[in-house]
């Protein structure tokens, strides 16, 4: 078992690599890293479009681990960081406009927060028209 995890970690982190990522390179910091870009937005945002976009891509690495067919064979482990996108996911959906501001993007691409700080609130009703709540 410790030797099949020992291979999972290193095939996972082979595969972040290679999507071009050089932080994130373990299931629990892309866990981690997806639930505290959710927490932000829980709270409001605080940061411009452009910062908002480059933490959200976080969620597009999870797409490319949850697709990728090196990581399948490790279905334990698979099992795990699926529960954990599952739950981390759940949370971001609560807290999303219910319009696409992005059709045909992913749903956590295409929607946005309904809270955010005063500069991406600014940034949401100047590119997309939409109006969210500000919070300070």
Not at 37 to 63: H, P
Not at 77 to 85: D, K, L, N, S, T
Not at 89 to 99: A, C, G, K
Not at 110 to 128: H, Q, T, V
Request: aromatic share 12%.
């Amino acid at each position: 078992m410790v030797g099949e995890v020992a291979r999972f970690l290193e095939t996972f982190r082979d595969v972040v690599i290679s999507g071009g990522w050089t932080q994130l390179t373990s299931p629990t910091d892309m866990a981690g890293g997806w639930k505290g870009f959710v927490a932000q937005c829980e709270e409001g945002y605080s940061d411009n479009i452009y910062e908002f976009r480059n933490d959200l891509s976080v969620r597009n690495l999870i797409e490319e681990i949850l697709g990728s067919p090196d990581l399948a064979e490790f279905q334990h482990q698979f099992q795990w960081i699926r529960a954990e996108v599952d739950t981390i996911d759940e949370r971001y959906r609560q807290i999303l406009l219910e319009v696409d501001v992005e059709p045909g993007k992913p749903w956590w691409e295409a929607r946005i927060p309904r809270l955010a700080g005063e500069e991406l609130a600014a940034d949401f009703l100047s590119r997309y028209g939409v109006s969210v709540e500000v919070v300070n």
